[in-house]
């Protein structure tokens, strides 16, 4: 990569006049700067940016660092990052992204992510959980999406699991279902613990006590997915199924869940209906019927994230955002 010294060699000037081309291009006679632009543009040089913000530079545009812990293990990272990184540059602003793995050390991490100075700092992480927050990253305007930090009152933008999942079991119910199959995510997760909440007032609300309905908690792990068949099929008899619908933990639950039904010969949703919960990114509508879900808020909780730095908010309160309801064929809309 070529350096500021490359530049100056090849413009003929001093390291000061190309420093000047970079920063204050008013100072120079034209015929000088066009020389140092022109030695710039033939040896590819790309001006360092934190080096140009610990020198005070002028009209630097302000930069969002993101910590990443395990997000780029899953498609809705996309649609977090992509957020942070459309929110920013609409308002004047860079970001970057220093991605962290459960086997990384913190520590190093977090150097890594401040040695290149950033204004701001985003914390998310792969599914919503509590995360240990180093302390070196509260010496900057730091804000967390998709997770809450364990130990300090830091401001949070987080799916609102509770009401999504709600919204969900309430329109199930509204359309006539009385006999869920509730196939949860494991139990220790923080997003299954705050829907089985949302689940239960729905049903007392509708007459239906949610301890008379047949819960699983899926094992940890993404091999117990296959676990599923067998559950679903433990209830159905002689091909009749022993619920009228199923709700889902996730999408993914919701695929086995199909895959399931149609090789009972069991038709969705004239038999059974399905809920899942996520919105899998490009996937809810290739189910065959297309599945109603839950939007997982991803891409506003990016969004909000990136304004809480850019816009200097001060509060540390945890922000719920809203998860909505997306009804398609896998629910009737009467029954």
């Not at 290149?116 to 999406?145: F, S, W």
């Not at 010969?265 to 839950?294: K, Q």
Request: aromatic share 6%; charged share 20%; proline share 6%.
């Amino acid at each position: 990569m070529a350096s500021l010294k490359d530049v100056a060699k090849l413009a003929n000037v001093s390291l000061m006049t190309v420093s000047r081309a970079l920063n204050s291009p008013e100072r120079l006679k034209p015929e000088t700067l066009s020389r140092v632009q022109s030695a710039i543009d033939a040896t590819n040089y790309v001006p360092d940016l934190s080096a140009k913000k610990i020198r005070g530079a002028h009209a630097i545009a302000k930069t969002i660092g993101v910590l990443a812990l395990d997000t780029v293990t899953t498609p809705f990272s996309v649609e977090i990052t992509l957020s942070i990184e459309e929110t920013a540059r609409a308002h004047g602003w860079n970001s970057f992204v220093v991605n962290m793995f459960s086997d990384d050390s913190p520590e190093n991490m977090v150097d890594l992510l401040l040695s290149h100075r950033p204004d701001g700092i985003i914390y998310t992480t792969m599914g919503l959980r509590q995360v240990p927050l180093p302390e070196k990253l509260l010496n900057l305007p730091c804000v967390l999406a998709n997770c809450e930090s364990l130990h300090q009152q830091v401001a949070s933008y987080i799916p609102d699991d509770e009401q999504g999942q709600y919204a969900a079991v309430r329109a199930l119910l509204s359309a006539g279902y009385r006999r869920p199959l509730c196939l949860h995510l494991p139990a220790a997760h923080l997003a299954t613990v705050r829907r089985r909440k949302g689940l239960e007032q729905a049903c007392r609300e509708a007459g239906v006590a949610p301890e008379t309905l047949g819960h699983y908690y899926m094992a940890f792990g993404d091999e117990h997915y296959r676990d599923i068949p067998a559950v679903v099929q433990a209830h159905i008899h002689q091909q009749k199924p022993l619920f009228d619908s199923v709700i889902c933990g996730n999408d993914r639950i919701a695929f086995m869940v199909y895959q399931t039904l149609m090789a009972q010969g069991l038709r969705i949703p004239e038999d059974v209906a399905v809920i899942g919960y996520d919105n899998m990114v490009g996937i809810g509508d290739l189910f065959l019927p297309p599945l109603s879900t839950v939007q997982l808020p991803h891409y506003e909780i990016g969004r909000l994230s990136a304004l809480h730095i850019i816009e200097g908010k001060a509060h540390r309160d945890v922000i719920k955002v809203d998860s909505p309801l997306l009804l398609r064929q896998s629910m009737n809309a009467v029954k």
